[in-house]
């Protein structure tokens, strides 16, 4: 049984389709990347999943249970198991480096000040900002506080992480070290990891699974060889990275020599 | 015409709705506060912030509220030959009224603007998001600490500036214009009712210090996430609270001593 089952997902922003009848399984263990064009709902996806927004219809569950009707005590309680890592890092600016990952420990155990200590220097030292320790969250580079709120959401040994754009802002050399580390916790721990990225050759590299969003649907599923291999124009655009083919670059509306023509607008 | 009454329509219904959100907030913020028994630093913390720094402010603007109450006062009482009573009405202008509301306006201004602007900037740069995610309740972690923080702060705040007030037109009556200070203190003393003036005062003071901090939290926990939305909302802190203030004053007053 997959650890995620979202069946028929519909989620509408007002007058915008964001997903008509998504259907998605995560399996255990494994790491499934979601990509798509920017814009196309990934991050919107995995706060569907987080129980913070709600769907206009179809179910998502997460380890057999229906996170949208879960009561307040229990989807907090699912969501101890569920670690995120957020597009924009989401660090506590009030606190410094050390305080944050710490800060999901000291909110859920009593674990000693010692071993609080030991267990956030292991952390940081694996995103290799140990020595960052004091620094506060303001005096970070948009890498740097990735990082530490990988390490963040790392802290309480979830069942399942979520990588919202892990590798954006990261040099060759720390992509590099994050992606053997995101691969290898998944491995030694027997973590579920979902990743959001761009970053199709590295993501491709390390995903058993890989989901292709566009347009509110799944437009191909896969491993990464059966999506190379793929027949569709539109995946091997996307897989490429070419700019020119099915997929739109543009934001939807009318055309450019339209909007240039358009009387309207002259006033 | 049609379009202004439908927007009209618009206006009320999103008003209503906003209303009607503002009470379920509040009800889960009360609904926190019991768990803060085992968080006792995270309320000492932000009686600090919201209660310790708006102090200076307090005193100095109750200083000089007093001494121009003394001021102001003797010039019309000495006409009456009736320049003793500089006490009482020193006392009860600001026991009664000045000492609860302006010190509830500048504690909007003060701690009620920081507060907004601190909870937006939580929410837009996601860190409320994030502690959701973490399984921690921002309501409870963060706002409710605040909530009793500023409840029990306003209050104090209020006191401190009716008794510096008091002290500031002492100073000015006896100091600078000779009132006798036997007739300033013990006229004070016998004109002054603990219940009725006093005690209404602080009930007054306590009013405000809910509602406005009430206001400041949500309009933090409720500005669109971005930075005009929250400067936007820290402006409505203010302005919604003045109006706040001064109208329950009023109801307040007719209710304490209309009758
Ligand atoms: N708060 C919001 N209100 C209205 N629309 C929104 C809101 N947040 C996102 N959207 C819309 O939802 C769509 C999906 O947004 P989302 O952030 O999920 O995209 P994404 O796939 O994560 O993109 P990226 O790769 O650039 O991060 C976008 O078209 C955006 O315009
Ligand atoms: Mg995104």
Redesign the pocket.
Known sequence: MPLIKIRDLHFY??DKA?FEGVNIDIHRGKITAIM?P???????LLRLIGGQLRPDKGTIEVDGQDVHQLSHAELYELRKRMGMLF?SGALLTDINVFENVAFPIREHTTLPESMIRDLVLMKLQAVGLRCARDLMPGELSGGMARRVALARAMTLDPMMIMYD?PFAGQDPISMGILVNLIHHMNNAMNLTSII?S?DVTETAEIADFIYLLSGGKVIEKGSSVQLKKSSSPWVQQFMQGLPDGPVPFHYPGVSFSDDLLSPEEIS | MIETIRSLGRWGLATFERIGRAHIFLFQVLAGIPGLAFRGSLVVQQLFYVGVLSFALILVSGLFVGMVLGLQGYNTLVDFGAEESLGVLVSLSLVRELGPVVSALLFAGRAGSALTAEIGLMKSTEQLSGMEMMAVDPIRRVIAPRFLAGFISMPLLAAVFSAVGIFGGYLVGHGLLGVDDGAFWSQMQAKTDWYGDVLNGVIKSIVFGFVVTWIALFEGYDAVPTSEGVGRATTRTVVHSAFAILGLDFVLTVLMFGG
Not at chain 1, 38 to 44: A, D, I, L
């Open positions: 922003r007002g964001i798509g920017s814009g196309t709902g990934k991050t919107t597009q754009e959001v761009h």
